[in-house]
């Protein structure tokens, strides 16, 4: 069998990066599947590459973003999206160990933007995510049937002020942004986005989050062509001048 050249076999294609918390880390799960719709979309252009961590918040990320993205990645990178805040806004008397200050949540998130850019990353390659609104009602009766107390610990003040936040780091470094908390909430049935539990998206949440950073990545990701030659175009008698051999 004909090897392919060296340079062939190891390739290394564009990959989008997917940094957050359980919003992040269930991408590619039923419940919400934004990732995996992202995934289709780009596929055999971009590897799509999912680096959430479940009950992370920023100060946890930004100490162990060098393991997640470092100089060998930045070469393939098409783009970054960071999607964090929903834990952060927890108030510290009811989940202290979740809860990061408005204050230190925009600064950790400035230090994230910089740190991806001084890899040699543009800027333009990168999209913040705001926290989404959330259902207390339904957070409240899933935490009783967890058996915990019923304080919440998130209102959607709070989270409105940090997804302000994270909008605004976005505008003062210049990178995209995707203001997910404005959007459903400005829809009439907003709740419908929202799972069971009351926290993280449903499958209509997914849908909505994957539409509006497609249409964001669209831009980023125009030059990233599809991998190889569609089969139709391939010589069966002769295969080998269709990849360039």
């Not at 390659?125 to 304080?151: H, R, Y």
Request: net charge negative.
């Amino acid at each position: 069998m004909e090897r392919l050249p060296e340079l062939q076999c190891s390739r290394k294609f564009s990959k989008i990066f997917l940094i957050g918390d359980s919003q992040t880390q269930d991408a590619f799960s039923e419940q919400s599947g934004w990732g995996s719709l992202i995934s289709n979309h780009f596929q055999r252009r971009c590897d799509v590459l999912n680096r959430g961590l479940y009950g992370y918040n920023t100060r946890w990320v930004k100490l162990v973003l060098n393991q997640l993205i470092d100089e060998a990645n930045v070469e393939k990178i098409a783009a970054v999206v960071i999607f964090l805040g929903s834990n952060d806004a927890n108030s510290k008397a009811v989940f202290p160990q979740y809860h990061v200050p408005l204050t230190e949540y925009t600064s950790l998130l400035g230090d994230m933007v910089d740190y991806i850019t001084d890899l040699g990353v543009s800027r333009e390659k990168i999209i913040l995510v705001s926290a989404p609104p959330f259902d207390e009602e339904q957070w409240i009766k899933t935490l009783i049937a967890n058996g915990d107390a019923p304080l919440s610990g998130l209102d959607n003040v709070t989270l409105k002020l940090y997804a302000e936040a994270c909008n605004e780091v976005a505008a003062e470094k210049e990178v995209n942004s995707v203001d997910l908390f404005s959007e459903m909430i400005s829809k009439e049935n907003w709740k419908k986005y929202v799972c069971d539990d009351g926290l993280h998206l449903a499958k209509e949440g997914g849908k909505l989050l994957a539409e509006m950073l497609i249409q964001k990545l669209d831009k980023i990701c125009e030059k990233h062509t599809t991998w190889f030659p569609h089969c139709d175009s391939i010589d069966n008698e002769n295969p080998a001048p269709s990849f360039g051999l």
